[in-house]
């Protein structure tokens, strides 16, 4: 099962958005509602922000939205502050004997 | 409070063995399945492992099948990671994370080296 493909970096400044995208295949990303993304800053355990393409755990802020069009998920980060700096995650699930596969990860910056 | 704890990391030679723990708390252990994830030194995610409420359903990744081994024990609330003939690729941190990923433990290395 290969990574989804995720760009190596993205970055904004202050107040501004980004969006980062998580292209897969029709065996997993475009098969299922089950994408999640995930948030790490160095050293630290992955966070979950979205679960199940759009739905955000309690806690996460609203800045941060998800959706899916065909093999692409993406993660949409509105008003971008100096604490969302840090590295993205993606993640599917695959219906198959490998069932979850992550994304390459993406480093945001905030200028 | 919502806790998972790994431990049972460090250096191990190349062909050797690990067992890791993930002790769990603040939560009902035997309502979840698990899931070991494993990130490299600097690089991404990778799944590596799950396993079913019951312990009797079991999945893996290609890279560690036949190699690695999860089980549970559910009167310990304990998750374990059985790790045989280790190469330096199996250098990462060790994650457990409950079954929608919604919680994690901070992680354990895992360092294989001669």
């Known amino acids: 099962q290969s990574a989804l493909t995720q760009p190596p970096s993205a970055s904004g400044s202050p107040g501004q958005s980004v969006t980062i995208s998580c292209t897969g295949t029709?065996?997993?990303?475009?098969?299922?509602?089950?994408v999640s993304w995930f948030q790490q800053h160095p050293g630290k355990a992955p966070k979950l922000m979205i679960y199940?393409?759009?739905k955000r755990p309690s806690g996460v802020p609203d800045r941060f939205s998800g959706s899916k069009s065909g093999n692409t998920a993406s993660l949409t980060v509105s008003g971008l502050q100096a604490e969302d700096e840090a590295d993205y995650y993606c993640?599917?699930?695959?219906?198959?004997?490998?069932?979850?596969?992550f994304g390459t990860g993406t480093k945001v910056t905030v200028l | 409070e919502v806790q998972l704890v790994e431990s049972g990391g460090g250096l191990a030679q190349p062909g050797g063995s690990l067992r890791l723990s993930c002790v769990v708390s603040g939560f009902t252990f035997t309502n979840y399945w698990m899931h070991w994830v494993r990130q490299a030194p600097g690089k991404g995610l990778v799944w590596v492992s799950r396993i079913n409420s019951d312990g009797r359903t079991t999945n893996y990744a290609d890279s560690v099948k036949g190699r690695f081994t999860i089980s549970r024990d559910n009167a310990k609330n304990t998750l374990f990671l059985q790790m045989d003939s280790l190469t330096a690729e199996d250098t990462a941190v060790y994650f457990c994370?409950?079954?929608?990923?919604?919680?994690w433990g901070h992680g354990t290395l895992v360092t294989v080296s001669s």
């Open positions: 993640n599917s699930y695959t219906g198959s004997n490998n069932p979850y596969v």
């Open positions: 994370a409950r079954t929608s990923f919604d919680y």
């Open positions: 199940e393409v759009s």
């Open positions: 029709s065996s997993d990303v475009g098969a299922y509602n089950y």
